[in-house]
């Protein structure tokens, strides 16, 4: 196919995928090569502990698009974005799952919307294939509580998907987030946004990689970087008993009550909310604490595949670069 001089960056998060891998890289060169744009695929490993990382770099042989960003370790889904999204050179930038289960195909609407003049194109979920009614329930109830209680209009239904401008990625560089919640930065940065909307697939190998302490972590930092509902919440909790308590004393006065099991429970309903307050307050402080030490968000062990890779980050990270088979074409 003949090619035009956009080139387009797509930027793949990876851990412990080595069983899908291969068939990811494939069916992306597949699509790549039936399109007029040029693609960069952005392997970010995410401290895999299989061969994940080794089957990216083996695949450098048969084209010269893909580059390798390693961790030191696992930092987590969101920073290997953060980080893959700093390494790329396209027009504009396409971050979706190792695993097919955002659709290439997609990606051609995208830039479709893209050409339009949109800035960021995101993929809004029908359906979600081959996930737990669990899983399907609990993303709805969060997404939905999120949108009520952030000032920042995060769309429902939609996960990492998304295709964004270059002017978009500029500035999310720049944002130096610890326990950064990336769609929700990508709403708040605003510029022309709009869905396209897909059917998500099942996994084509392997299992997810969220497990529910992941997607717990994950909802609170949604809810801690972009709402400051829940430390308001103390004091309407607050306000709420006093007035409840007042109300029990006067119906106290007119009626014989059982005071001890009334007493047991206002002890468990009041100890209840002030620990709920003070968590709150210490996931809060915690984020405080977090950016306050401004240790760098992740850390790069190895690079494969980038002409100039300190270029591209603007981290104190220590590389070990290996630059591979042919020349990187920009
Ligand atoms: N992932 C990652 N680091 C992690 C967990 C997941 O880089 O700590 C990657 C994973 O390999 C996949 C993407 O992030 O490419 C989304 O994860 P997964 O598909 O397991 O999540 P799900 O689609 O089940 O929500
Ligand atoms: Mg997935």
């Given at each position: 196919?003949?090619?035009?001089?956009?080139?387009?960056?797509?930027?793949?998060?990876?851990?412990?995928?080595?069983?899908?891998?291969?068939?990811?890289?494939?069916?992306?060169?597949?699509?790549?090569?039936?399109?007029?744009?040029?693609?960069?695929?952005?392997?970010?490993?995410?401290?895999?502990?299989?061969?994940?990382?080794?089957?990216?770099?083996?695949?450098?042989?048969?084209?010269?698009?893909?580059?390798?960003?390693?961790?030191?370790?696992?930092?987590?889904?969101?920073?290997?974005?953060?980080?893959?999204?700093?390494?790329?050179?396209?027009?504009?930038?396409?971050?979706?799952?190792?695993?097919?289960?955002?659709?290439?195909?997609?990606?051609?609407?995208?830039?479709?919307?893209?050409?339009?003049?949109?800035?960021?194109?995101?993929?809004?979920?029908?359906?979600?294939?081959?996930?737990?009614?669990?899983?399907?329930?609990?993303?709805?109830?969060?997404?939905?509580?999120?949108?009520?209680?952030?000032?920042?209009?995060?769309?429902?239904?939609?996960?990492?998907?998304?295709?964004?401008?270059?002017?978009?990625?500029?500035?999310?560089?720049?944002?130096?987030?610890?326990?950064?919640?990336?769609?929700?930065?990508?709403?708040?940065?605003?510029?022309?946004?709009?869905?396209?909307?897909?059917?998500?697939?099942?996994?084509?190998?392997?299992?997810?990689?969220?497990?529910?302490?992941?997607?717990?972590?994950?909802?609170?930092?949604?809810?801690?970087?972009?709402?400051?509902?829940?430390?308001?919440?103390?004091?309407?909790?607050?306000?709420?008993?006093?007035?409840?308590?007042?109300?029990?004393?006067?119906?106290?006065?007119?009626?014989?009550?059982?005071?001890?099991?009334?007493?047991?429970?206002?002890?468990?309903?009041?100890?209840?909310?002030?620990?709920?307050?003070?968590?709150m307050l210490g996931a809060y402080l915690y984020r405080v604490f977090e950016a306050s030490r401004k240790r760098p968000l992740y850390i790069v062990s190895k690079t494969v595949g980038f002409r100039h890779p300190q270029s591209q980050n603007n981290h104190q990270t220590y590389y070990k670069t290996t630059i591979k088979g042919r020349a990187y074409q920009q």
């Open positions: 196919m003949e090619k035009n001089q956009e080139l387009i960056s797509i930027v793949l998060p990876v851990y412990n995928e080595e069983q899908g891998i291969d068939t990811t890289i494939d069916t992306l060169e597949k699509f790549a090569a039936n399109q007029p744009q040029s693609f960069e695929l952005i392997f970010v490993d995410d401290g895999s502990s299989d061969k994940s990382a080794q089957l990216i770099q083996n695949r450098q042989t048969d084209y010269g698009n893909i580059r390798l960003v390693e961790f030191s370790r696992n930092f987590g889904h969101q920073l290997a974005i953060t980080a893959g999204i700093r390494y790329t050179k396209g027009e504009a930038v396409v971050v979706m799952d190792a695993d097919l289960q955002d659709p290439p195909a997609v990606i051609v609407d995208m830039i479709d919307k893209w050409h339009e003049g949109y800035d960021v194109v995101y993929g809004k979920r029908l359906s979600r294939d081959g996930e737990s009614l669990f899983k399907k329930a609990t993303a709805a109830a969060f997404y939905r509580g999120l949108k009520r209680i952030t000032n920042v209009n995060i769309p429902l239904d939609t996960g990492d998907f998304r295709l964004m401008d270059k002017q978009v990625v500029y500035q999310l560089r720049q944002m130096n987030e610890a326990d950064p919640f990336v769609r929700g930065m990508v709403s708040w940065v605003g510029f022309k946004q709009t869905a396209v909307t897909y059917e998500r697939q099942e996994r084509i190998a392997g299992i997810s990689k969220y497990p529910l302490r992941k997607m717990i972590r994950l909802a609170m930092d949604g809810v801690t970087s972009f709402s400051s509902f829940p430390l308001q919440l103390a004091n309407w909790l607050g306000t709420g008993s006093i007035i409840f308590s007042i109300g029990y004393l006067i119906t106290s006065l007119f009626t014989t009550m059982d005071t001890i099991h009334f007493a047991v429970f206002a002890l468990f309903l009041m100890v209840g909310i002030t620990l709920l307050s003070i968590g």
